[in-house]
């Protein structure tokens, strides 16, 4: 009996090590925002890891992507976002549109 109960304290143990949590913290502040006037049009960015969207013609906006390596052997239980603060940036923009790969701006 007390074999079973210890094989059993030990399986337990091992998944309840084995088993992960991954997160990200993603953090921004208005002094990240970077406004770029090109002709009529304002070009909004965030310094960091931050991408511009990139389908033509849609508003070009900062983006985040982010990957994860999970183990092949792993079961996703879900993706959740936890907390997002909002805050509005005074002003009035005319976004610029996404644009094809190697466009030059200069011809704006």
Do not use: W
């Not at 925002?33 to 960015?45: F, M, N, V």
Request: with cysteine; hydrophobic share 40%.
């Amino acid at each position: 009996m007390k074999r079973i109960t210890l094989i059993t304290i030990i399986n337990i143990s091992f998944c309840l090590l084995a088993s992960g949590q991954i997160s990200k913290n993603i953090t921004t502040s208005l002094s990240d925002i970077e406004i770029e006037k090109i002709g009529e049009y304002d070009k909004i960015s965030i310094t960091n890891e931050f991408h511009a969207t990139d389908i033509v013609g849609q508003p070009e906006l900062p983006i985040y992507y982010k990957s994860f390596v999970i183990p092949r052997d792993a079961q996703l239980n879900g993706v959740s976002v936890n907390s997002v603060n909002k805050q509005k940036v005074k002003g009035s923009f005319n976004v610029f549109p996404a644009q094809p790969q190697n466009f030059p701006l200069n011809l704006l």
